[in-house]
């Protein structure tokens, strides 16, 4: 009533629009200029297109687009402020589509205030092209020396990471102001060039520019990329030495406690949060979760969520990404379906943490889901990082033909090397070798140059698919063509491909003449071919230093063990038994995961626990007398011999991954593919079976365990008995 009453007594009450927040009362004020026959002035249209096209609101900005379309020559202020409003909001394209109507209609060109308004609408855009643009014709109308524009023009290249035109850009500017070299410092800390960022800080110092906030809070995000907490020590003082008081400064303050978080340096995080009082933000917040889930404090990060009053999507994927990290994957989907069920739609980071905790449980029907519905036509189908999720999610899920079909989909300019190698790395798993060799080459002929995460790809899925001679070739073009120094994880490739297609002493040769010490990783692999090979004579050497390495690792005694078991050296194999039994080692239990109408399902070695464990012991039996009719016989060389061979049958029975195969036999649809991930080799008797099965029930099966994919179909298996 009071704002009616006071409108009412003054026409003159255009004032107000500097007070008035709302968009009712600007609508009061608008109505009472059209009583007081103030509407058709051309000051009083300007403020009130200002006002409501800057209000922040989707009904302002409309409002103010009815008003500039009554207006038959809007001046140059009018379109500049349209689009500056349209640059601000959820439609920055509306801003070039009026920019193009105003120089196509010719009333007025376009000025230094124009153009700021345009490259931070270009700058919210998927694609660089219209940046590119806008960029052609501030060189025509001569502003490209303008300092605004030319700090909106770093702005827009550093936000696309093409720094390189950024920072020339930068250098060619005669004169340098605050915004410019905040924007190249923050710009380089985005793209992960923390040097470059410091280097020019140091300039920014030399040149006597004074930093702000903004340019710490840049600095403290280059430290959290160098992983450098002494540099951030430094940069924390630098503070305290340039600005006169942080203490109400909250945006700067969530800096540095996400810096001391992400650099592992939890306590002293924790010391700057605790200064934040009541005024803490979320981000700050977000930050401490981390940093403590990183920590390997998950259920204190937990608390720490639980204890938020509010919590954004930042927040949530904090949490989410704890877990993920953590390797509690159950518990990241779980939170995120609790996040969904209250309406707040994830972002990219949170779709990769989820993705990423889809393809280790594989979830697959999670997983697709997040595709079609957050990625495949929306604006996250040009993030090249969600893309690489995307397809490792459904290679880890066993759906490789959809992850090459997604390959197959990107465009050139998002095939990075981060692209290339993930589905060169699903290829791997899958054993698909001539496959992953034509994409490397698809890799080279783009002009990419393969790095050192390429070759471990590469050349495992060469292991994988017994091209010996191709995989040698490939890992002596790695220094001698690409100047790459091979590491032990090349060099380990190398011993696992020799030694699964019995080239024992060969690889044996190469892990003598390795110009480092060899880790467990390729003792194991060795030790594991001489197990598939029968050589005993190698074998002993690399089961000793394997249990040198790993002395209270299970699995390693009973791959030796087994190994001088099938060799008939019972009393050797029974002294390795000894000294796990003596030291209480335990092999590690095996489990097997999968998934039904988006839950998942575990299984543990000879648990009857499950919900559906009636049911499932009678599939049991089912799987057993077919298995029987059709002449499977159990093979229980792998068992331990001091139970009778009855005793081995019934445990080889109940391996988790035929719990799992028979609770999928009984609810996956008839037409779905039974997917199933296991934490350990699938042992030959297993494989065996799940061959007959496909056959007996008419079923494809899918089984990851920790050395590749298996593919069972029409009794047979993808990776030709040989894993």
Known sequence: ????????????????????????????????????????????????????????????????????????????????????????????????????????????????????FLLNSCARLSSLEPGHEVHSHIIKHGFESDLFVRNALIHLYSVFGNLNLARTLFDESLVRDLVSYNTMIKGYAEVNQPESALCLFGEMQNSGILPDEFTFVALFSVCSVLNEPNVGKQIHAQVYKNLSSIDSNILLKSAIVDMYAKCG?????????????????????????????????????????????????????????????????????????????????????????????????????????????????????????????????????????????????????????????????????????????????????????????????????????????????????????????????????????LGRYGCLEEAYDLVQKMPFEANSVIWRALLSACRTHGNVKIGEIAGQKLLEMEARHGARYVLLSNILADANQWEEARQVRKVMEDHGIRKPPGWSYIELGGAIHRFVASDKSHPQGKEIELMLKDMAMRLKSAGYVPNTAQVMFDIDEEEKESVVSYHSEKLALAFGLMYCSPTDTIRIVKNLRICADCHKAFKLVSEIYGREITVRDTMRFHHFRNGSCSCLDFW
Not at 26 to 40: C, D, E, F, S
Not at 368 to 387: A, D, M, P, S, W
Request: charged share 20%; with cysteine.
């Open 265 to 497: 340096l939890i306590n002293i995080a924790e010391r700057v949060f605790s200064t934040m009082g009541t005024s803490k933000s979320a981000a700050a917040w977000s930050s401490m979760v981390c940093g403590y889930a990183r920590c390997g404090e998950i259920n204190v990060a937990r608390k720490l969520f639980n204890h938020m009053h509010e919590r954004d999507v930042i927040s949530w994927t904090a949490m989410i990404s704890g877990y993920s990290q953590a390797g509690q994957c159950s518990e990241a989907l779980e939170l995120f379906k609790e996040m969904e069920a209250l309406g707040i739609k994830p972002d990219e980071v949170t779709l990769v943490a989820v993705l990423s905790a889809c393809a280790r449980l594989g979830a697959f029907d999670l997983g697709k889901r997040l595709y079609h519905q957050y990625i495949e036509n929306g604006v996250f189908n040009q993030n090249t990082i969600l893309t690489a999720a995307v397809m490792d999610m459904y290679a880890k899920c066993g759906s490789i033909d959809s992850a090459l079909e997604i390959f197959r989909r990107v465009g050139k300019n998002m095939k990075t090397g981060f692209v290339f190698n993930s589905m060169i790395a699903g290829l791997a798993q899958h054993g698909l070798g001539e496959t992953a060799i034509t994409v490397f080459r698809e890799l080279i002929s783009t002009g990419l140059k393969p790095d050192e995460v390429t070759f471990v790809g590469v050349l495992c899925a060469c292991g994988h698919s017994g091209l010996v001679e191709e995989g040698k070739k490939l890992f002596e073009s790695m220094f001698n063509a690409y100047g790459i120094k091979p590491q032990m994880e090349h060099y380990g490739c190398m011993v696992d491909l």
């Open 1 to 116: 009533m009071m704002w009616k009453r006071f409108l009412l007594e003054n026409p003159s009450s255009l004032c107000l629009l500097e007070s008035c927040k709302s968009f009712k009362q600007g609508l009061q004020i608008h109505a009472q200029t059209i009583v007081n026959g103030l509407h058709h002035q051309i000051f009083s249209i300007s403020r009130l297109i200002s006002f409501f096209s800057l209000l922040g609101s989707k009904d302002g900005l409309d409002h103010s687009r009815l008003l500039f379309s009554q207006i038959d020559c809007p001046n140059l202020f009018m379109w500049n402020t349209m689009i500056r409003g349209y640059s601000r909001s959820d439609n920055p394209r509306e801003a070039i589509v009026l920019y193009m109507s105003m120089i196509a209609k010719g009333i007025a060109p376009p000025n230094n205030f124009t153009f700021p």
